[in-house]
């Protein structure tokens, strides 16, 4: 079984411009997760989909971060514009039955 | 208060020595415990996956639940440096979403 993919795998921009993240859950895999984990702290869920409708995003920064997943399968997170504190690993998960998350080896952006 | 509390370590053990790795979370209605193993640079990888109190056991990793008092802890017994990881603990309810402990830094000296 293919695991989840991301790219790219590393990405650093300036301040204020934006940037986009791609993530391949594994196949039939329904619900997908973009997590945000800061340096020496654990993941921060940041939005979760059901197929390709929006079941928590909560604690997502709405007035900078936008998410989709088209046609319930890739998902892209879009940051714009980006702040300093945005400088983390995103990182990306799908999970079919059950609690079973697995996780892409991630995004590490840093914001300069 | 966090919902889930881990101990960041980091946490240094000779090569054979049994480690403790341990969580406390404040949501009674968390009904699912998982273990995570992170290698650097890489994405977490699940170990352990509990549903009720007790205890589970998969080969030299033990998950222990104790719903009484919210508290989730992970043994490696004969620890390798092959384990030196961040090791993070997780728990969720009713809507697949995990929140996740800070997790703990384990070195495991040769």
């Known amino acids: 079984e293919a695991g989840v993919a991301q790219s790219p795998r590393y990405k650093i921009i300036e301040k204020r411009q934006s940037v986009a993240f791609w993530c391949n859950p594994i196949?039939?895999?329904?619900?997908l997760y973009w997590y945000q984990q800061i340096l020496g702290q654990g993941p921060k869920l940041l939005i979760q989909?059901?197929?390709?409708?929006?079941?928590?995003d909560s604690q997502l920064p709405k007035d900078r971060f936008s998410a989709e997943r088209l046609k319930g399968v890739d998902s892209t997170l879009k940051i714009q514009p980006a702040k300093l504190e945005d400088s983390a690993v995103y990182l990306c998960?799908?999970?079919?039955?059950?609690?079973?998350?697995?996780f892409g080896s991630g995004t590490r952006l840093t914001v300069v | 208060q966090k919902e889930v509390e881990q101990d960041p370590g980091p946490l240094s053990v000779p090569e054979g020595a049994i480690v403790s790795l341990n969580c406390t979370y404040s949501n009674s209605a968390f009904q699912y415990f998982m273990w995570y193993r992170q290698y650097s640079r890489k994405g977490p990888e699940l170990l352990m996956y509990?549903?009720?109190?007790g205890n589970k056991e998969d080969g030299r990793f033990t998950a222990q639940v104790d719903k009484s008092s919210k508290y989730i802890s992970l043994f490696i017994r004969d620890s390798q440096p092959s384990d030196s990881a961040t090791y993070l603990c997780?728990?969720?309810?009713?809507?697949?979403?995990?929140?996740f402990g800070t997790g703990t830094l384990l070195a495991v000296q040769p």
């Open positions: 509990t549903y009720s109190s």
């Open positions: 989909f059901q197929n390709n409708g929006v079941v928590d």
């Open positions: 196949s039939g895999h329904a619900t």
């Open positions: 998960a799908s999970s079919g039955q059950g609690y079973g998350y697995t």
């Open positions: 997780a728990t969720g309810g009713a809507t697949n979403k995990l929140i």
